[in-house]
C-alpha cells in the first residue's frame, strides 16, 4: 500500500526525506551516513544542519587533532617534549578543531540552504542549488587546505628541513583531509536542498541522483591540482632544501687559557664608582683597572630573558625565553611563554579553569645553545652555576659540561631524586652528603659579614641574599666545577636585596632615615660581594676573568658593563667603547680558542683584546653553531615545579 500523497507545499515526512536521500545517492558512502545520520528525522532544516554540523566537527576533530599535534611538535618542541605530551596536545587540538569545523559548518550550510531556498520557484532550481551546495563545500575544502599546508610551512621553517617525499606524503594527508570535509558539508547542503525538493510537486526543477564531486573523474582532477597549488604555497617562503647552514665541527686550537666569567644582577654603576673611588672595594677595582665596556640593558628587564640573550649571543627572537615566567597546559610537560597582552589575558582566563597553570621558564623552551655549551661540543671542559633557564640539565649530550642549574639549590634544600637539576649526577650524591652541615656554615657567614649592623626591618632581606650568594660562591670551589677550562657563575643576590628593600609598599612612603638605613644595608652588601668575588677569583689567579653585571629589576633602563682581565685584555680600552649583551658569547669562546660563529648577533670586539693575543690567536670562524642540541631526557624525580613557582614568588621575581 502506497504513502498517501503530500498537498503541494507540505513538509515531507521523515520517511519521506530518508527515501528521497537513498534515491539520490546521498547515503551511499559510509561517511554521507555518518553525517546524515537521522537526517530524515529533524523537524527544521535548522536542527538537520546542527546535527550534521556536530558531526562534521567530530570527524574534523579526529582527523586534524593528530594532524595538529604532529605539527606542533615540529614547530614548538618547548611544548611538545614527548609522546605523552603529544597524545595530550592532540586530545586538546581534537576538541578545538571539532567545535571550530562545526561553527564553520553551520555557518556555511544554512546560508546555502537558505540561498537554494530562493530559487525554489525557478526552473533552474536543481541547478542553481547544486552551485550553492559545490561552493558551500568548496569553501571548508580551500580553507581547510591552506590551513594545514600553512601549518606545514612553519614547522618546517623552524625545524630541520623534510625531504621532498615527506613533504609530498603531508600535502596528500592535508588534501585527502579537506577534500573529506568539503565533501561532507557539500552533501549536508544538499540534503537542505532535499527538503525543499521533496516538498514541492513540480517535476521540472526536482534534482536527479548523483552529486558534486561523486565521480572520481571529477575528484582525481581537482585533487590535483589542489596538491599543486598546496605544493606553491608550501614552498613559496621556505628555503632551499637544506634549512639553513649546517653546524660544522668545532676545532680548538688552545690559547693556553681558562676562563672565568661572573655575572652580577643588581649592580647600579654610580654607585660602584663611588665605592670604588672611597677603596672600598678592592677586588672590583682591580677587575676593572681598564675601563669596562658599558653595556645597555634590556627594555623589559625580565631577568630570564636578559640572562639568556647574553648566554647565548642571540636575541630572545630566536633563543625562545621570552619571560621568566612561562604557562603550562594541563597534562603537557611543555611550556609555551605568552608573547602578547591577549596571550597574557588569555592565560590569565585558561588558569582559572585551570587549563593551564604558571610555570617558571626552562631550557626546554630555548632553542639555541649557549656559550658554555658550545664549547662543550668543541671538547672542552665546562661548569655553569645558577643561570637562567639551565634546568633540565642533560645527564649525556652533546652540549653536556657540568650544570648546577637554576632549580639546583633547591633540589639540595628538599632532597629526593634528581629531576634534571645536577649534572652529572654523581656531583649531586657528593653534594647532598654534607650540605645540611655546608648551608649552616655558609648562613653563619652570610649574617656575620653581611648582615652586621643592619637594622632589624632590613636583616632578613639582607641576610637572605647574602646566604644565596654566598652558597654558590662556596660551591664553585667543588673541584668537579673549579677544575674546568671554562667557569661560569651567576650571583643574584645584590638584585633580590635592592628589590626587596626599595620595591614601595602599597600607599606608604618611607621616611628619609628608613631609606637612608636601606641604602647604607645596600652599600654593605657591595663590599660583601667585593668578597666573595675575591674568594672565587683566587682559586686560580692566572685565569681570564670576565665580569659582565645588569642593573636588574629597576624602574627604568639602565646600564651593565663588560670587563676583562688577564693576558687577553687589552692594555688601553677607551673609556667610550660600548658593547651589548650578546657580546659575552664571542668573547669567551674566541678566548678559549673556539671558532666563532658567524651568525651571532655580534661579532667579537676585538678592541677588548690585547694586540699580541690577537696577533698570536687570529680569530677563526665558523658559519654558525646551529640549534641547541641535548640528548633526550627520562624523568625519575619529583619535579619541583610548584616549589620553584614558590621560591620565585618569594624572591619578588613572580606575583
Known sequence: MSAPERAPGEPPTSADLRERLRSLGYLNAPVDRFV???????????????????????????LLGPAGAVALASQLPELI???????????????????VIAMASFAVIVPAGLVAQSFATSASFAANARRVAAVAGALIFFACLAYLTLWWRAAVTTSSAPTPLSSAAVLGVAVAISLVLGHVVMVTALALVARIDAASSSSAKSLGPGIPLSSWNVTLPLAAVAFIGAAALLYAAVPGPSGGPTAPSLTVVPTGERVLVIAVDGIDLALLERLRTSGALPTFSHLLRNHPAAMPSDADRDPARVWTTIATGQPPELHGIQSLEARQLA???????????????????????????????????????????????????????????????????????????????????????????????????????????????????????????????TAALIQRSATLDTTIADLSHESALANVDLQVIYLPGLDIAQHG???????????????????????QYYQFLDGLIADITAIN???????????????????????????????????????????????????????????????????????????????????????????????????????????MRSLGYVK
Do not use: C
Not at 83 to 95: E, F, N, P, S
Open 36 to 62: 546524515l545520520a537521522g537526517a530524515g528525522d529533524r523537524r527544521s532544516a535548522a536542527t538537520l544542519a546542527a546535527s550534521a554540523s556536530l558531526r562534521i566537527g567530530l570527524l574534523a576533530g579526529m
Open 81 to 99: 617534549t614527548n609522546i605523552t605530551d603529544a597524545v595530550v596536545m592532540a586530545a586538546y587540538l581534537t576538541i578545538m578543531f571539532g567545535l
Open 331 to 457: 597534562g603537557v610537560e611543555g611550556r609555551l611563554t605568552p608573547t602578547s597582552r591577549l596571550g597574557t589575558l588569555v592565560a590569565g582566563a585558561t588558569d582559572l579553569i585551570r587549563l593551564t597553570r604558571p610555570s617558571i621558564a626552562s631550557g626546554d623552551q630555548r632553542r639555541i645553545p649557549t656559550f658554555w655549551e658550545i664549547a662543550a661540543r668543541a671538547g672542552l671542559r665546562t661548569s655553569v652555576i645558577h643561570w637562567w633557564a639551565t634546568w633540565p640539565a642533560a645527564e649525556k649530550g652533546e652540549d653536556t659540561g657540568t650544570v648546577l642549574t637554576d632549580r639546583a639549590l633547591l633540589r639540595l634544600e628538599q632532597g629526593g631524586a634528581l629531576d634534571g637539576e645536577i649534572a652529572p649526577a654523581s656531583l649531586y650524591t657528593a653534594l647532598e652528603r654534607d650540605w645540611t652541615s655546608r648551608r649552616e656554615r655558609l648562613h653563619e657567614r652570610a649574617r656575620r659579614e653581611a648582615v652586621a649592623d643592619a637594622p632589624s626591618e
Open 501 to 523: 628593600l626599595f620595591t614601595a609598599d602599597a600607599g606608604t612612603i618611607a621616611s628619609p632615615s628608613a631609606m637612608a638605613a636601606r641604602v647604607q644595608a645596600i652599600e
Open 541 to 647: 689567579a692566572s685565569r681570564t676573568v670576565i665580569l659582565i653585571t645588569q642593573p636588574g629589576r629597576v624602574a627604568r633602563p639602565g646600564f651593565g658593563f663588560l670587563a676583562i682581565s688577564g693576558a687577553v685584555e687589552h692594555e688601553k680600552i677607551s673609556s667610550d667603547l660600548g658593547t651589548v649583551p650578546t657580546s659575552l658569547a664571542a668573547l669567551a669562546l674566541y678566548a678559549l680558542g673556539v671558532p666563532v660563529a658567524e651568525d651571532l648577533a655580534t661579532p667579537m670586539n676585538a678592541a677588548m683584546i690585547s694586540a699580541d693575543f690577537l696577533k698570536a690567536h687570529p680569530l677563526r670562524t665558523v658559519p654558525t653553531y646551529g640549534a641547541r642540541r641535548s640528548a633526550p631526557r627520562r624523568t625519575t624525580g619529583q619535579p619541583l615545579d610548584q616549589e620553584m613557582i614558590e621560591r
